[in-house]
């Protein structure tokens, strides 16, 4: 019964496979990617077909600096990764926190652009099919920054805490991914709503 | 020395309370115990289904019959067809996926425990949710009202104005809800195979199961997630006025089909790629040779999940769709049939010449490759739009997914549960019962769904309440239903086989079948930690290779 142990020929010297956090959050990429593409496709399907106003031209304004502070905390968070691998913890930390400041500056942009449009412009998930879809796309993307800058503030937590150290560096890098990817995702979202949309 | 191991832990288990042991099973987070608890949760349902089936087909078994009430009617069709695929197909497959994939490829546990345990919860409170309709669709005052809006929900139905209360938002939670559980369950699939193989494992020399487990799991993410953009899309119409659906404010309904279909139609090759794994590990031991065209059943099965990503909208043919669409659609469709005929030939080819053996798990696979086959044919005959544009909507499209779901998907779970039962509980089934089991279900399986292509193609539609006598249908319709019930005996056999085995049949030892992967190398059931030692393997049958030291498969892979 003890079989299994038998070796057998052919044992390869070096049995190396991914790490299984990467693996396990490329895979829910992929699943979220498929959710968002779901909500892209209803946004671009719907473009101009409201049957009343506002539309996007009317109201809506790019958010430039909001979306420069979302894209370089993407580049905050890599070199604090990489600061971590080498074992500089305050170095890392100090990027970490920034990466939460823009974050949550980015945030705050998409909270003002809906106060505005809520109190000015009177739109809202009901008014018409614009409202339905923008909402649903900005604020779904808006739902991953939140939940990405929970999961972020965790880390910065256990950092001032003293308990994240180089070791912890590969699974640091798998919340990196997200991070990335909630990033990209607002490429995408930018492209759609405020350029190809309007 | 794993039974030695199993011993003491016999004599702990014996000693202790009930609730303990009950509070061990809530809690766990053994990929063997969330498995087994992943199929008895379809199994509870799958009765609660076929009692369903059957009130539908008592319903319909003559005309102007009023069993029941059109309304009741409505929801035992919506609640079949949602429990069956949700809570009966997608969690019976997870939970043979979640036993069978770590032990065949010599790990310890998934990727991912407590993440296996959450994806289970969550299966569960949707399948609660989807049933606590019952009292809470419309408040106490309403009780009895589940949902009625057919199990694809189209637009405008699920609107406020169609549906009111609260059924249809049941209805829309539990999918929610069991989806989230469904991908996160995928992922650790995908991540257990590809981060937990043991030493030698490469991916071509993995076990079929795991391989085709691997691609379901892909398809799960790409597919289930679409719906559960769907259905929150769906809820924002619903409780917060959104306009997605809402043809009043330019919304479409057609849009709900195509996202519900790039859902649903995947789905299908969901259920039955898992199907395939057990034809695929099952055929190979009871014909005893190794199976035929390893890689190029590995290559269909990618095949088939891209080209099932791609053929959703041949669902919606008759909403008159561009010529283009129909055409890509109708191509895409047929080309599908490739790859799984080559499937089909494989299985063949793994048999022929070999030295075939008719245990109960051998039989339902053959039976599965036929039914299946004619299951594919009138596929191939609906994918051909003027065909389909004639017989949407009819009860020909019933009978037809009702051959590839029954037909295909549960002749080759109830072929698993004879192979891997004795393994999973360490005694063999009965093989007079299997047998018996076996042909009264095929005779019955015969009966409902080869008679139900004729009203079908004599032009009875779908989900349709009674019928008035004189159109031709009466006849198959009561063959229809009296097929029900003989699967429904046959049933009830298997369910007093498997209780009856569990206490009193022979016992299996760890490798009943003389067959060729890891997880027979282990004692049944397997100990809480599968291998005492992790595996090393050289070949894609690893206890053919230790059986047989003098002419090992690691020789000519």
Partial sequence: MSATTTPLPGIPGAW??????????????????????IFVVAYLFYVGKSLSGPTPREVLETPIFYTVCLLSSSLTVHFAGKLLERGRRGAFLLLWVLTIVLGALFLYGTGQEWHRLIYEHGLTISTNLFGTTYYSLVGLHAFHVTAGLIMLSIVLFFGLAGRVGPEQSARVDVLSLYWHFVDAVWVVVFTVVYVLGR | MSSDVLAIQNAEAASRPWVETLHEWVTTVDHKRLGILYILYALVFLIIGGIEATIIRIQLMRPHNDFVSPQVFNRMFTMHGTTMIFFVAMPILFGFANYLVPLMIGARDMAFPRLNAFGFWLTALGGFLLYFSFVGGSGLYGAGSAPDVGWFAY??????????????????????????????TAINIIATILCMRCPGMKLSRMPLLAWLNLVMAGMVILAVSPLTAAQIMLSIDR?????????????????????FWIFGHPEVYVLIIPAFAFASEIIPVFSRKPIFGYPVMVAATICIGFIGLSVWAHHMFTIGMNSYANSFFVFTTMAIAVPTGIKIFNWLGTMWGGKIQFKTPMIFCIGFLLQFLIAGLTGVMMSVAPFDWQLGNSYFVVAHFHYVIVGGILFCLFGAFYYWFPKITGRLLNETLGKLHFWLFAIGFHLTFDSMHIPGLLGMPRRI???????GWEIWNLIETIGVFVQGIATLIFVANLVLSYFNGPKAGNDPWDAWTLEWSVSSPPPVYNFASIPTVASRRPLWDLKHPEDPDSHYE
């Fill in chain 1, 16 to 37: 190396k496979l991914p790490y299984r956090g990467k693996v396990g959050m490329a895979c829910l990429i992929f699943a979220e990617s498929a959710i968002f593409t």
């Fill in chain 2, 155 to 184: 637009a405008p139905l699920t609107s406020r104005a169609f549906s009111v209360g609260h059924s249809a938002d049941y209805w829309t939670i539990a999918l929610l809800v069991s989806g989230f559980g469904s991908i996160s």
């Fill in chain 2, 239 to 259: 409780y917060l006025g959104g306009h997605f659906f809402d043809t009043q404010a330019g919304g479409s309904a057609t849009l709900w089909m195509h996202f």
């Fill in chain 2, 465 to 471: 309440y009674t019928y008035e006598p004189g159109r």
